[in-house]
């Protein structure tokens, strides 16, 4: 039994110094020639088709939540018209950066570590060794990059549909009105705001990319290993997100970043 | 040439080869045998820098392997071309992309040159009809043909065979050899194929080695390695049937 704990704390701390090492890998390489500019635009079409369904339902679900939970407390509390403004003011801060970027290391993150795993599995990462390709440079940093890049993109279309989620249900469950809903939604909306929340969403592309293809060159062996690998994927991306998220909530509230 | 001399590598905890000393002559196909798990992929990945020996000395046209920096070691890989287990072809891409990805990566040559180098090649192996098709349209044997060509396209000196019938089926089998040995026919090409399959090793072999315990056991042309009082053909057909004769008396 103690033998069993020991090794899975061996592999959780193998993982964990392969995953920073790619860190440092990435930055070696990222100002190396060739730059792979043509699989750059790959991943990000890629990165895009893949994530927008998923963040766009994401935004749907979270814009009609925080706007029957506005509403909710509204009516109680005999604020309705403010609804909205609250309702926005929480999605566009935390609510859809955090769940966002979930989702994202859900789908996109785990994608990647699965697909790097299997070609390491069929020794495809050995090909291109064999080629003179260096691996973290054709695979790693279009991935890392277009998630970067993509990554505010899809958290964009995600708080549009948000926010239009948002008004729908305020309008049919408690009968605010539109220009009702945007009139006080524009009073406490802030460029910052936005501005700050695309930071946090490139900050995480770039974490949840990076934790994802490290994984996917640590892993070795079969199917079973490499269920496992996707395993820790997720649950080391989905920690990442949270400390990510919390610390940079903690710096915006420190230097007021999104008030600004 | 590539020679080895006392090379030693062990996976954690793990030894797999002991001490292996062994020459690979120009323009020959040299043919490593030995039992599945025994190391010879091993040392395959340790002749091309995949992997790192803890000992010993691997050289190619006398450039060392071991302990290359990564510049040398990309221009040792320039001259060597492997063919892995599974043929190992990039899932996302086409035939025609896989095979001209070397050139193309490295701008080798221009659209035209790659057009038509692509396309002798996939000629060569017999395959000129699937430029288009992609990896998971072939079949395990094809998959193999489409990995010799893209090894080949750089035009290595040396090319490197994993198994390369491991898994297929008796005719697409005979489609592997007869290509690997129309290769070895078409230029001068210098090659080490590590298999367990006898009739391969009959078939394309100027030179048997037999890797026993991590080490090179015995090392024969292929007229000798086939003598009943081989250790070679001891180990290909006296062992089989003795393992059989026990099974059955066993059963």
């Known amino acids: 039994m103690s033998h069993a704990k020991s090794e899975a704390a061996q592999e959780w701390k193998h993982a964990a110094v392969s995953t920073a090492s790619m860190y440092g890998n990435f930055f070696f390489w990222l100002f190396r020639e060739p730059f792979p500019t043509r699989q750059l635009g790959q991943q990000i079409v890629r990165v895009m088709l893949e994530g927008f369904g998923i963040l766009a339902v994401a935004g749907v679900v979270e814009g009609a939540m925080f706007a029957w939970l506005a509403g909710w407390y509204g009516t109680k509390f005999s604020v309705i018209n403010w609804a909205g403004a609250a309702s926005l003011y929480l999605l566009l801060t935390a609510a859809t950066t955090l769940f966002g970027a979930m989702m994202f290391a859900a789908k996109i993150g785990t994608a990647f570590t699965v697909e790097i795993g299997s070609m390491q599995m069929s020794g495809q990462l050995d090909a291109l060794r064999l080629m003179a390709v260096e691996p973290t440079q054709y695979i790693t940093i279009p991935r890392v990059l277009a998630s970067i890049l993509s990554f505010p993109i899809l958290k964009a279309i995600s708080d ?94 420190v230097f007021g970043w999104s008030t600004m | 040439m590539i020679r080895a001399r006392g090379v030693r590598f062990a996976f954690p905890g793990r030894p797999v080869l002991e001490d292996i000393t062994l020459d690979i002559e120009e323009s020959l196909t040299t043919v490593v045998v030995g039992r599945s798990g025994i190391g010879k992929s091993v040392f395959l990945k340790c002749i091309t820098g995949l992997l790192r020996p803890q000992a010993g000395s691997i050289t190619i046209d006398g450039d060392e392997v071991v302990g290359a920096t990564r510049a040398n070691l990309l221009a040792i890989r320039k001259r060597v071309g492997m063919l892995f287990q599974e043929g190992a072809l990039f899932d996302s891409m086409s035939v025609f992309e896989n095979v001209a990805f070397p050139l193309m990566y490295h701008k080798l040559a221009s659209g035209k040159e790659i057009n038509r180098r692509v396309q002798a090649y996939l000629d060569l192996v017999g395959m000129p009809e699937y430029s288009q098709a992609m990896p998971q349209e072939l079949s395990g044997g094809m998959k193999r043909k489409v990995a010799v060509a893209r090894a080949m396209i750089t035009e290595p000196r040396y090319l490197l065979y994993d198994e390369p019938t491991a898994g297929l089926d008796p005719a697409s089998a005979a489609v592997v050899e007869s290509m690997i040995r129309g290769l070895q026919r078409e230029g001068a090409i210098t090659s080490l194929v590590v298999t367990h399959d006898i009739d391969l090793t009959r078939y394309i072999a100027d030179r048997i080695a037999l890797m026993e315990d991590g080490r090179i056991s015995a090392d024969a042309a292929r007229e000798d390695a086939f003598q009943e009082s081989s250790a070679i053909y001891e180990h290909f057909i006296v062992n089989r049937e003795r393992i059989r004769a026990e099974n059955d008396n066993q059963g």
């Open chain 1, 160 to 253: 549009a549909c948000s926010i239009l989620a948002a008004i729908l249900l305020a309008r049919l469950w408690f009968d605010i009105s539109v220009p009702v809903f945007l009139q006080h939604a524009l009073l406490v909306l802030r460029p910052t705001i936005l501005t700050t929340s695309y930071i946090r969403c490139a900050l995480h592309g770039f974490f949840i990319s990076i934790n994802a293809c490290g994984l996917g060159f640590y892993f070795q062996g079969g199917a079973i290993e490499l269920g496992r690998t996707t395993t820790k994927s997720i649950v080391i991306n989905l920690v990442c997100v949270l400390v990510i998220d919390t610390v940079y909530g903690v710096m915006d509230s």
